[in-house]
Nanobody, 121 residues
Framework: QVQLVESGGGLVQAGGSLRLFCVAS????????MGWYRQAPGKQRELVAT???????NYADSVKGRFTISRDNAKNTVYLQMNVLKPEDTAVYYC???????????????WGQGTQVTVSS
């Protein structure tokens, strides 16, 4: 099995910063794309940012220039540095990873349990 565990969420004032962490563990052969998604109350889950194993990144327009995604392939870890936070960034943030498990030929998507980010005005 594969587990994703997020950490780093919390309460911050508008204009502040937070750094999210997500570690993948278990029977992992390789991880393709890793990413962060978020879901605010009453809204659908939306993409925040993704990063491939080669380092190519993609961001939602709403976070470009404020958030930075990075990863450490050796540690199966993805990070999300969030700067100039706004109240509209308040949501549960979920880590996602496309994993090829040891002994498998196929790629599966795994999700973490989520970490709450609250930005006060």
């Amino acid at each position: 099995q594969v587990q994703l565990v997020e950490s780093g969420g919390g309460l911050v004032q508008a204009g502040g910063s937070l750094r999210l962490f997500c570690v993948a563990s278990g029977s992992i052969f390789s991880i393709k794309t890793m990413g962060w998604y978020r879901q605010a109350p009453g809204k659908q889950r939306e993409l925040v940012a993704t990063i491939t194993s080669g380092g190519s990144t993609n961001y939602a327009d709403s976070v470009k220039g404020r958030f930075t995604i990075s990863r450490d392939n050796a540690k199966n870890t993805v990070y999300l540095q969030m700067n100039v936070l706004k109240p509209e960034d308040t949501a549960v943030y979920y880590c996602n990873a496309d994993v090829i498990r040891t002994g498998s030929l196929y790629e599966y998507a795994y999700w973490g349990q989520g970490t709450q980010v609250t930005v006060s005005s």
